[in-house]
């Protein structure tokens, strides 16, 4: 029998945060040997941030290449060290910054019986830490490289962003054997670029949605939330 499924992007949809200043504040607390890496990265992705604003970049590939490159930042730490990390981050930041309205429609969502899942570009190791405090087991994300215990500092692709969101939500039903009802399933998510994502289920809700994205849903009659 099929069951119905509830999709949530992480970053500005459960979260008022954002999970890469989390990591800064982090540095900036615990491990000021490596705030560096931080502030190179910040430093030359605002300046592209800039340059999609002025309308010399393409936002996309900004956002791919922000999201790519934010990994770096763990090159050569172990995957203890990177799971301290997170743990940090999501109890001192990113649960602090959570949107309570739209973590409790997930627990809504949970007590139905219907399958959760988090589907973000945040790398993994982060988003299985959240959702083992949200109760939430499935998880999808960005994946890092390790080699010999250590992260490369790069990210094994296909980066879970936009389309590919999408694309690696459907391998990850195909390979756990999952009957979903999609045309009676949910999707919850802030940015236009995840407008795959949402036109993937019959009940796409534009989750405190950007200017574009809410532009799109009044178009297209999708539920706003708030």
């Not at 791919?64 to 490159?69: A, R, S």
């Not at 109890?91 to 949107?99: A, F, G």
């Not at 949970?110 to 973000?120: F, L």
């Not at 999808?140 to 692709?157: A, F, H, N, Q, R």
């Amino acid at each position: 029998m099929s069951k119905i499924a509830a999709i949530f992007d992480f970053d500005g949809t459960l979260s008022r945060g954002h999970s890469w200043e989390g990591f800064r504040r982090y540095y900036a607390n615990y491990e000021k040997r490596r705030i560096l890496s931080i502030f190179a990265f910040l430093t030359t992705h605002i300046a592209l941030w800039l340059l999609v604003k002025c309308k010399l970049y393409n936002k996309e590939k900004c956002w791919l290449k922000w999201t790519e490159d934010l990994d770096g930042v763990f090159k050569g730490l172990s995957k203890e060290e990177v799971q301290k990390m997170s743990q940090w981050v999501v109890d001192e930041y990113t649960l602090k910054l959570s949107r309570r309205d739209v973590v409790d429609i997930l627990s809504q969502h949970k007590q139905k019986g219907h399958i959760v899942v988090i589907v973000s570009a945040v790398f993994s190791e982060f988003l299985e830490i959240l959702g083992q405090r949200l109760g939430v087991p499935d998880v999808i994300g960005t994946k890092l490289e390790l080699i010999d215990g250590k992260y490369t500092g790069k990210v094994v692709k296909p980066l879970c962003f936009a389309e590919n969101k999408a694309k690696l939500l459907k391998e990850f039903i195909n390979q756990n054997g999952l009957e979903i009802d999609l045309p009676s399933s949910f999707a919850y998510a802030d940015s236009i670029f995840d407008v795959p994502l949402l036109k993937l289920v019959g009940n796409p809700v534009a989750t405190y949605p950007a200017k574009d994205l809410r532009q799109l849903a009044e178009h297209n009659g999708w539920q706003i939330l708030p």
